[in-house]
C-alpha cells in the first residue's frame, strides 16, 4: 500500500501547480483519496477529496474556486491542481486514502511522503 505526491515546489504568488498522488494497486481497496496541507507549526487541514467513482467530490472552503481534484483511474493517480496561490497556501501537501471520503485526517488510512509548496515572491 503506497501513495506517492510529487510536484511541490516554489511559485509566486497567483500562480498556478499540480500535484499528483500516484496510488498502488493495493490501495485500490480504499474508496477514497483526499489531500491534506500542514503549515509549518500548525496542523493538518483538509483541502479536497474525491471517491475513486469521480462521483463524489468535497473542497475546503478556503480552496473553492482555486483548486481542483480529479482522478485518472488509467494512471492509478489523483491531482489536485492549485490556480490562484496565495502565501497562504505554502505548506506540505499529502495525499491519502481511505474507505470513505471525508475531510477529517483520522478517517484516512494510508499518507504518502508530502510535497512541500512555497508560494512566495
Known amino acids: 500500500v503506497q501513495l506517492q505526491a510529487s510536484g511541490g515546489g516554489l511559485v509566486q504568488p497567483g500562480g498556478s501547480l499540480r500535484l499528483s498522488c500516484a496510488i498502488s494497486?493495493?490501495?485500490?481497496?480504499?474508496?477514497?483519496t483526499g489531500w491534506f496541507h500542514q503549515a509549518a507549526g500548525k496542523e493538518r487541514e483538509f483541502i479536497a477529496a474525491i471517491t475513486w467513482s469521480g462521483e463524489t467530490i468535497e473542497y475546503a472552503d478556503s480552496v473553492k474556486g482555486r483548486f481542483t481534484i480529479f482522478r485518472d483511474s488509467t494512471k492509478n493517480k489523483v491531482d489536485l491542481q492549485m490556480n490562484s496561490l496565495k502565501p497562504e497556501d505554502t505548506g506540505i501537501y499529502y495525499c491519502a486514502s481511505g474507505t470513505v471520503i471525508s475531510n477529517v485526517d483520522f478517517t484516512y488510512k494510508y499518507w504518502g511522503q508530502g510535497t512541500l509548496v512555497t508560494v512566495s515572491s
Open positions: 494497486r493495493d490501495t485500490f481497496v480504499m474508496d477514497a
